[in-house]
């Protein structure tokens, strides 16, 4: 029933019938790796890394939820162990096309988090949510703001004038 769940994209549902499934057995990997698919569908990535490591636990090896739990683990910023999810799984499938991208946004997110760290380190007054402004450089063309002064319309005849809206 949790998978029919899944088929409809109603994860809560989902998690529902896998928590029933892992009452009746507590043993059965399948259950904890399919709800943590569920929880990763519902961006719960607490519960879905949790589901991965308890799968894993009783099924060492179990790929699919070393590829769940390093996506979570990468959702909530704890790259390194992310990283080792992927390339473990990299190990045994090195053509792995979906690993394979999960493992690069990982690492750019790692760097841009890295990056953050010590831009914060080195300016630490900037508030974290003040964006970035900068100065143009001397290269590029710089707009100055003039006055623009309107010539008389004298010239073109006193009958013509602008009509009125109302």
């Known amino acids: 029933m949790g998978n029919e769940a899944v088929k409809a994209k109603d994860y809560s549902e989902a998690v529902y019938h896998y928590t029933n499934s892992i009452k009746h057995d507590p043993n059965e990997p399948f259950s904890y790796a399919n709800r943590s698919m569920a929880y990763l569908k519902q961006k719960i990535y607490t519960n879905a890394a949790a589901d991965a490591t308890k799968a894993i636990e009783l099924k060492p090896g179990y790929l699919k939820a070393h590829h769940r739990r390093g996506k ?18 990299l190990e045994e499938e090195p053509d792995n096309k979906d690993v394979n991208k999960d493992l690069q946004d990982c690492r750019v997110k790692a760097n841009k988090a890295a990056r953050m760290a010590k831009e914060k380190e080195e300016n630490p007054d900037k508030s974290a949510d003040s964006k970035k402004v900068e100065k143009p450089k ?26 009125a809206v109302s």
């Open 72 to 89: 979570a683990l990468s959702n909530l910023d704890r790259f390194e162990e992310a990283i080792k999810d992927f390339q473990y799984i």
């Open 138 to 163: 001397s290269s590029e063309k710089q707009f100055k703001r003039i006055a623009i002064e309107e010539d008389s319309d004298e010239e073109e005849g006193e009958d013509e004038q602008d009509e």
